[in-house]
């Protein structure tokens, strides 16, 4: 999806001048309208939030409720990203298909071996059957510590000789393709998290430090592409430190990060589409607050009050 940026030349920076400053002066009613512009516009790509409110990892989704989310978020990216192969999750990649859209497709996998079999042998499926354009064996499994280094380069292997055609490789925060050359090496494209809230980094500090994120896998990749397949802000929740969530914050990250990825072409999926929940265990009040939707899939940000 083309973006219009000469829609967006008033709120262009001059050289030289850090991209949070712009926001002195505007007011929340200015962000929101370039929030506005700015997904209107056509956004890299977006991770698919699969799971309503009551539903989580395990539950079965049916085609029906990932063709309703996948058509509210058609009119504003070309990509998705999804996180699993089983359960209803490999309906995903086949309905974007029908949208016409380009598929980041991972397999999840754990501690769980028949899982995994069940995951990987999906995931080869689909990009068999011309689902996929990306494939990620993987998501954080080192740094939840879920198989070891020598499990995984064996998965990713495996999958490469049965999918040649497609860019396979893993996902992780951006530093563990620095401190694992083998994963690095193996991976066809690097697939990295770059979260500046999740290091306890104040919002006018968090775009220069995304920034440093995505040139650390950059470097360490050595010439392959680099993709970040997850990045974010919350707009309600708990503090970390200097990263505090909120309506304004949100917005704010959304438009640095997507003016950013096409200044410089760079490929992003941004996290999430639609809030969710469940992740309120994994990463406590904040988890539930990631989407640009809400977890009753209305728009965020546009009504109320924004703070």
């Not at 209107?40 to 539950?59: A, D, L, M, N, R």
């Not at 080192?142 to 499990?151: A, F, I, N, P, S």
């Amino acid at each position: 999806m083309s973006f219009r940026k000469e829609r967006l030349q008033n709120f262009k920076r001059p050289e030289g001048i850090r991209k949070e400053l712009l926001y002195d002066e505007k007011s929340p009613e200015d962000i929101k309208s370039l929030f506005l512009e700015v997904l209107h516009g056509g956004v890299s790509g977006f991770c698919f939030s699969i799971y309503e409110e009551g539903q989580k990892p395990g539950t079965i989704i049916s085609d029906a409720q990932v063709r309703r989310r996948m058509q509210i978020l058609k009119p504003y990216t070309n990509s998705v990203r999804s996180f699993s192969c089983i359960e209803g999750n490999e309906l995903v990649p086949k309905i974007a298909k029908e949208f016409g859209m380009k598929t980041l497709v991972g397999a999840w996998l754990g501690t769980d071996k028949e899982k995994n079999l069940q995951e990987i042998m999906s995931l080869i499926q689909l990009a068999r059957d011309g689902y996929v354009d990306y494939a990620a064996v993987g998501n954080e499994v080192l740094y939840r510590k879920d198989l070891t280094e020598h499990e995984l380069l064996e998965i990713i292997s495996y999958v490469k000789k049965e999918i040649p055609d497609i860019p396979v490789g893993y996902v992780d925060a951006y530093y563990e393709f620095a401190e694992r050359p083998a994963i690095t090496e193996a991976c066809d494209v690097i697939f990295c998290n770059c979260y500046p809230f999740w290091e306890g980094t104040g919002f006018n500090d968090s775009f220069e430090h995304m920034q440093q994120m995505y040139h650390h896998a950059l470097m360490a990749g050595n010439g392959k592409k680099v993709i970040i397949t997850e990045t974010g802000w919350p707009s309600q929740g708990q503090s970390l430190r200097g990263a505090e969530p909120s309506n304004l914050n949100a917005m704010k990250y959304f438009i640095n990060t997507n003016l950013w990825a096409i200044d410089e072409n760079i490929e992003v999926f941004y996290f999430s589409s639609f809030d969710e929940t469940w992740k309120v265990g994994p990463e406590g009040d904040v988890g539930a607050h990631w989407g640009i939707w809400d977890k009753s899939e209305k728009l965020k940000f546009v009504d109320g009050h924004i703070s």
